[in-house]
């Protein structure tokens, strides 16, 4: 190139296309809508520069899950780079503008300020910086004087003020989902008066569009009493399928979906819930599904909502106790688990990593960043083909971050899983760039068990939190924190590997320098098998009378005492189990030294943890 540059280009904000989410919809489609604009912003640079898909060096541009930035080398001489990206900027907005024309039947109106909201909204920021081509280390330098002014962009961020009746600011009902902008589309609940809902909304008529039938929005896009405003609405009716993405309830309930799939009575109660089966449409209990009916709990609410009668709620019921009925006969004792979990991850030091601050010397930067890319990107595909039903179901996973729904079921395999692969196709296949063999390419994960019912929003700042405790644990860690729907919290840290192999003369020789996350999958394996849970809570009660502090030979004689009594049959399986709690414990005990963590505390929330699945699960 005769005068190459690095160029970035970023898409915002972020937490808006994801964390505000009312729905799992929200979630996944936030994130496709993200990874869409991406792809146009690429697509764009790569017809401006006319050479071809190697200018971009991440993410790869036919990955289906792409992060909200790329980074791209192009070769600017005969172009003016500032017009260049000015239309990269006006192809993305362009494409976010007319996504309510393709999206939008044609019957609903675009309510009096929905374009300002739209075109309002995005934060779009990009810098170029020139590469030295007679400096050796011109691409690393360039490279990081990129992030040093695009950081230094991000601090200027300028904004317009949505207007209300020629008065800046909006004044009125804000958006169900985002708190911040102003209702353009709302579904009148049962109790509404339409001609007295401007005393409800404060919103003139021009500005705000009523939704009262099923025929142009369904309402699984927008709920009675529900109020959107239009970046909202635009996530609500992008990847529109409704079983596309499964619901809380659904992700709670897939290992039960799985075991009962051949029975003709799930079959059945399946598609009066759905009206569908593998593509057959049958009559359904109501125009729109909904999961939470695959408990018997709610139907006769959800029924009385719809305002059905007796006969039909008393036939959806029996429907459910032939499933029930069906379960038993066949002795499948799997229960209907109403919790499930969210995990997300990042990786860390990934800035470090690609600032060339852990590579040797001689290592071609740029190189690298594609290799690495390369590495992300495959990682990302075998994580989604990995994690299909039962299992759960990928959010996003792009760049080096990741977020996903997981049944409980699964939770702990899965995180091995993933850990593992990252630790495969990432640690192992860049170690010829590293400087120090010792240094590892690690993730940080943040774990969520949550009920169904509980808020996403909670639920995706709970995680958020966990992956934070885990950063702040040393990294290379995984923290999860459950969220009793009863209101009870607790959460625990552990590293994901333990440096300390266990030495007892018995033990399992798989269980020698085990994964922290397998001797967590021990106990809730030990407690299905010959074990009583009786001797976590005896833990507890003991360490909690004396104030979490006991010398270490009275602990050790403290857990196999409690260990021994609760083993229904006895045997060497108690010598792994108490082998496992003092590994787990010990590894508490060292991380709370360098992280100052209370370790008996985070030990025994382990094991409630366990003891809490177990019961979830079992």
Request: proline share 3%; net charge neutral; glycine share 6%.
């Amino acid at each position: 190139m005769n005068n190459p540059h690095l160029f970035i280009f970023t898409i915002g904000p972020v937490k808006s296309f994801i964390a505000e989410a009312r729905k799992t919809h929200d979630l996944f489609a936030g994130s496709g809508l993200l990874s869409h604009l991406c792809k146009k912003a690429m697509e764009k640079a790569v017809f401006i520069f006319d050479r071809g898909e190697e200018i971009i060096i991440t993410p790869e541009i036919n990955s289906d899950n792409k992060p909200n930035r790329f980074v791209a080398i192009i070769d600017a001489k005969g172009f003016d780079l500032k017009a260049s990206a000015v239309k990269i900027e006006n192809s993305v907005m362009e494409e976010f503008l007319n996504i309510p024309s393709l999206l939008f039947p044609s019957s609903i109106k675009k309510p009096t300020g929905f374009d300002d909201q739209l075109s309002q909204h995005l934060n779009l920021e990009w810098v170029y910086v020139p590469i030295d081509n007679n400096d050796n280390h011109g691409y690393k330098k360039a490279y990081q004087q990129l992030f040093r002014e695009l950081s230094a962009v991000k601090k200027h961020r300028s904004f317009s003020q949505l207007g209300y009746q020629n008065n800046l600011g909006e004044i009125g009902r804000k958006c169900s989902v985002d708190g911040s902008l102003n209702v353009k589309y709302y579904r009148p609940g049962k109790n509404d008066k339409i001609d007295k809902l401007n005393l409800k909304l404060f919103i003139p008529e021009d500005e705000i569009c009523l939704i009262q039938n099923e025929e142009n929005v369904k309402v699984w896009h927008l709920q009675e009493g529900e109020g959107l405003s239009a970046v909202s609405m635009v996530k609500r009716l992008f990847l529109n399928e409704p079983h596309q993405f499964p619901s809380t309830a659904r992700v709670a309930l897939m290992n039960l979906f799985e075991v009962s799939k051949n029975l003709k009575s799930f079959q059945k109660y399946r598609e009066k819930v759905e009206g569908r089966i593998s593509g057959a449409r049958g009559d359904k209990f109501f125009p729109h599904s909904d999961d939470q009916l695959f408990y018997q709990e709610n139907i006769k609410q959800i029924f009385e909502g719809h305002a059905r009668t007796t006969d039909e709620i008393e036939r959806a019921e029996d429907m459910h106790k032939a499933w029930v009925s069906e379960l038993s006969e066949n002795k499948i004792s799997e229960p209907f688990t109403k919790y499930y979990s969210l995990i997300r991850f990042d990786g860390d030091n990934i800035g470090d990593w690609l600032l060339g601050d852990n590579l040797k010397s001689e290592v071609d930067l740029e190189d690298f960043h594609r290799n690495f890319t390369c590495g992300i990107a495959n990682f990302a595909r075998e994580i989604d083909k990995y994690l299909v039903a039962p299992k759960g179901k990928t959010v996003y996973a792009g760049g080096e971050d990741f977020m996903a729904l997981i049944n409980l079921h699964h939770l702990f395999d899965v995180l091995d899983y993933i850990n593992q692969t990252y630790r495969r196709m990432i640690d192992e296949q860049l170690s010829g760039y590293k400087s120090n063999q010792s240094l590892k390419f690690t993730i940080s994960a943040g774990v969520a068990i949550a009920h169904y019912k509980q808020p996403l929003m909670m639920v995706l700042q709970r995680a958020e939190e966990m992956e934070k405790l885990a950063k702040n644990s040393g990294k290379n860690s995984f923290a999860i924190g459950l969220m009793k729907h009863s209101g009870g919290t607790m959460d625990f840290v552990l590293p994901w590997k333990l440096k300390i192999p266990i030495n007892t003369k018995n033990s399992d020789d798989s269980l020698t320098a085990v994964e922290s996350v397998k001797l967590l999958k021990f106990i809730l394996d030990a407690s299905e098998e010959n074990f009583s849970n009786a001797y976590i809570h005896n833990i507890y009660d003991a360490l909690e009378e004396v104030g979490f502090e006991m010398p270490h030979d009275m602990l050790t004689s403290l857990i196999t005492l409690y260990t021994s009594q609760a083993n229904n049959k006895k045997g060497m399986k108690t010598i792994r189990l108490v082998s496992v709690l003092m590994q787990l414990l010990n590894t508490f005990v060292k991380s709370s030294q360098a992280h100052q963590i209370e370790p008996f505390r985070n030990f025994t929330s382990a094991l409630l943890v366990c003891d809490f699945l177990n019961r979830k699960t079992k």
